[in-house]
């Protein structure tokens, strides 16, 4: 069973360009979760999704920033015009339902803007 | 809103000693969980050990062991017969379990140096 996978595992853009991340949830799993880490913090909450549904999107910020689950492939984040303190670690989660409390991580993308 | 701290950016141990990695939260809500994760230098994150609120027994998971405090907000990480694959960030997390609402919030780390 395949766990989350995330792509690209690197992405360098520049200033102004967009950004799109992709999210595979593990098999069965119909909830994700964004979360970023800037250089030497902590991983921050950005979004919850199901599919076709954004559940709490508290952590995103207001402008540029936006999040989907289709029905059909990945969850995607993207982020447009794209500035150097997006420079961050972006890091998706999966879970197979509400109530189970336990999320499963993917490897992350490297997002480097310069 | 619930906070997460992690005082001890770093910590170092001996190969096969013990080290206990310290977490203290704020929060009003009476029912709620609690994460250790680990960061290798890949970056992954590594579930390592749960604990439910409602439950007193602290969870174990072979040489890892928590010491859960409700009342004082703690949950510390005890980490048995260290090992150089120990050696990683750890991230105490919370999560509070209302249906609709389940983003976990992380402390800043500690970073675990393991002595050969």
């Known amino acids: 069973n395949a766990g989350v996978m995330q792509n690209p595992r690197h992405l360098v853009r520049r200033r102004g360009q967009e950004a799109r991340l992709r999210c595979s949830p593990m098999k069965g799993h119909s909830h994700v979760y964004w979360y970023r880490q800037l250089p030497e913090e902590g991983l921050k909450f950005m979004v919850y999704?199901?599919?076709?549904?954004?559940?709490?999107e508290s952590g995103m910020p207001k402008e540029r920033f936006s999040a989907e689950f289709p029905k059909e492939g990945p969850s995607i984040l993207r982020i447009q015009q794209v500035v150097r303190g997006d420079s961050a670690a972006y890091f998706c989660?999966?879970?197979?339902?509400?109530?189970?409390?336990?999320?499963?991580f993917g490897p992350g993308t490297r997002l480097t803007v310069t | 809103a619930q906070t997460v701290t992690q005082s001890q950016p770093e910590m170092s141990v001996q190969e096969a000693e013990t080290v206990t990695l310290s977490c203290t939260y704020d929060?009003?809500?009476?029912?709620?969980?609690l994460f250790w994760y680990k960061q290798p230098p890949s970056r992954q994150m590594i579930l390592v050990i749960r604990?439910?609120?409602?439950?007193?027994q602290n969870a174990t998971e072979n040489r890892f062991s928590v010491n859960f405090q409700k009342a004082a907000k703690s949950f510390s990480l005890k980490i048995s017969d260290s090992q150089l694959g120990d050696a990683a960030m750890y991230f105490c997390?919370?999560?509070?379990?209302?249906?609709?609402?389940?983003?976990?919030?992380f402390g800043t780390g500690t970073r675990l140096t393991i002595i050969p």
């Open positions: 929060t009003s809500e009476s029912d709620y969980y």
């Open positions: 997390a919370y999560l509070v379990s209302n249906f609709g609402n389940e983003k976990l919030t």
């Open positions: 989660a999966s879970s197979p339902s509400q109530g189970t409390y336990e999320q499963y």
């Open positions: 999704l199901q599919k076709e549904n954004i559940i709490d």
């Open positions: 604990q439910e609120a409602y439950k007193q």
